[in-house]
């Protein structure tokens, strides 16, 4: 069996629906804490990292049955050599 850390890094392609999600979360977090709010932004893939704790932060309330998927394909997680079973 494999283990998942809340802190082991993530990446995920995020579809319309997911920029939509992660834009409105990057305005509330300006709107309290201004310019000292860190943007996520895409890699040259064009893939979002974040740790697995914030990805659930952002995009946890906008999964469901009822809703557009916030991601393409699979969620992507990378994990320190230290931790890796």
Partial sequence: MTG??????????LTP???????EYHTQ??????DRA???RPDAEGLYGMPLWDLMRIFGASLGMTRP???EGEIQI???????P
């Fill in 4 to 13: 998942v850390h809340l802190n082991d890094y993530v990446r995920v392609r």
């Fill in 17 to 23: 629906y997911g920029e939509a999600v992660l834009g």
């Fill in 29 to 34: 977090r300006r709107q309290r804490i201004g």
């Fill in 38 to 40: 860190y943007i996520y």
């Fill in 69 to 71: 998927p916030p991601f």
């Fill in 78 to 84: 990378r994990r320190p050599a230290a931790v890796t």
